[in-house]
């Protein structure tokens, strides 16, 4: 299976803040990378998909990069309701896998 | 408007059987892949399975293969994910969400999730 180190594992920021969260595949992957948000209790939601897509509906403050093995989620302007974990998923294989996720706190 | 609306929280004993359900509505449901995702208390996601309902073709994860089943209804746009035989280690949330498509192996919409408690 496709490995996923996703790093940090968590950061603390402010409002306003320039986020950047990467992932690292442990093979070529081409594209095949998804961004996703879960916020506590609730379900994950995509952000974005063939690592810079941004799924409808999501602010433009997210973005997402690189091809290969190397990828970035940015959050250009951090705002309150982005304080949250963000997971990674490879589909480039048959076996989809995540990353072990980030979790964005206040600091 | 797009919808997967899960069964509510189970609490079982160990040994006992399980099935739970994801019902979708506001789309085609048997024109769209339907995922299954496991997330352990305070762990991330983990990817389970997968079924389109139009025929019923299912792939699992090498992790759960055995382990679970999953299945659907189409005619009444239900899907589900069951345990033969319970333990404790199945302690988690289970989230549905539909597939994207057929080009990205991407989930776009979710389920509210359901918590299966195992414990003696």
């Known amino acids: 299976a496709i490995r996923i180190t996703q790093s940090p594992s968590s950061l603390s920021a402010s409002t306003g803040d320039r986020v950047t969260i990467t992932c690292r595949a442990s093979q070529g992957i081409s594209s095949y990378l998804a961004w996703y948000q879960q916020k506590p209790g609730k379900a994950p939601k995509l952000l974005i998909y063939a690592a810079s897509t941004l799924q409808s509906g999501v602010p433009s403050r997210f973005s997402g990069s690189g091809s290969g093995t190397d990828f970035t989620l940015t959050i250009s302007c951090l705002q309150s309701e982005d304080f949250a974990t963000y997971y990674c998923q490879q589909y480039y294989s048959y076996l989809p896998t995540f990353g072990q996720g980030t979790k964005v706190e206040i600091k | 408007e797009v919808q997967l609306v899960q069964s509510g929280a189970e609490v079982k004993k160990p040994g006992e059987s399980l099935k739970i359900s994801c019902k979708g509505s506001g789309y085609s449901f048997t024109s769209y892949w339907i995922g299954w995702v496991r997330q352990m208390p305070g762990k991330g996601l983990e990817w389970m399975g997968i079924i389109y309902p139009g025929d019923s073709d299912t792939r699992y994860s090498p992790s759960f293969q055995g382990q679970v089943t999953i299945s659907a209804d189409k005619s009444i746009s239900t899907a589900y994910l069951q345990w033969s035989s319970l333990k404790a280690s199945d302690t988690a949330m289970y989230y549905c969400?539909?597939?994207?498509?057929?080009?990205?192996?991407?989930?776009?919409?979710w389920g509210q999730g359901t918590l299966v408690t195992v414990s003696s």
């Open positions: 969400a539909r597939r994207i498509g057929e080009q990205w192996l991407v989930l776009d919409y």
